[in-house]
């Protein structure tokens, strides 16, 4: 027992000034409560009251990166200051994404349901909030950020990963998009599609390992995508269950043709590629 308390004292020690899950998931949520009242504890009826709440954001973000100075070795400071000044950019995107899966989604009777109801909207605001202080070189605190929504959504985005204008995500449990993927603008992705790596070898960590999609993709559910090379063309579908390693050209359709086996024949299932145009 001694062996163990010295082990977990020296733990605690080296490890003054860690940000806790919860700090970050109340962070997050604060940002999501400004941005969206309906997440809000208190309203802000009054521009004083949305300013107040602001700088007092700005200023407990801008503590837990002074204190965390290790985390990134960058002015904490700055930084805070920089991401509330870019963040009705983000704002502007999310209000997009809302608008893309309202309209992509017929069961969906309002805004209001999108927002308060759904787990896309959840996992792509949690992501567009962590890219933003991703692209401002904090690391740690966007996986943090990123990782909450996927445990309350199952739904795993990597903030490293660039996506576009009007992003849809429908239904969504089971996604996962890696650090290195790029999605364009007006795409819709279903349940359980993977976009993610052909090799998860360390020495990979820099290189592309995830592939790109391009504008006006549908993904259906259980696609599997995989490859920094693989690149799916504009105003393509995706059928679901397919897996995917090599690029597909613009405007084609790439599903699942299941067959009986044969054993005179030796006929299996097959993948088929149709083009559109």
Known sequence: MDSLVKKLSKSHQNC?????????????????????PDFANDLLKEEVQVSAKIEELKHHLSSLLIKNRHLHG?????????????????????????????????????????IRCYPGFYAIAAYRVAHLLYSLDVYLIPRMITEYAHSRTGIDIHPGAKIGEHFCIDHGTGIVIGETTIIGNCVKIYQGVTLGALSVEKEDADKKRHPTIENHVIIYAGATILGGNTIIGEHSVIGGNVWVTKSVPANSKIYYQARMYNPDSEETDTYIIKSQG
């Open 16 to 36: 003054p000034e860690c940000p806790s899950p919860k700090i970050i998931q109340s962070f997050f949520e604060n940002i999501l409560g400004l941005l969206f």
């Open 74 to 114: 960058q002015d904490g400071a700055q930084i805070a200051e920089d991401f509330f000044f870019k963040l009705e950019t983000v704002y502007e995107l999310i209000l997009k994404d809302v608008q893309a899966m309202f309209d992509g989604d017929p069961a969906a009777k309002s805004i209001t349901e999108i």
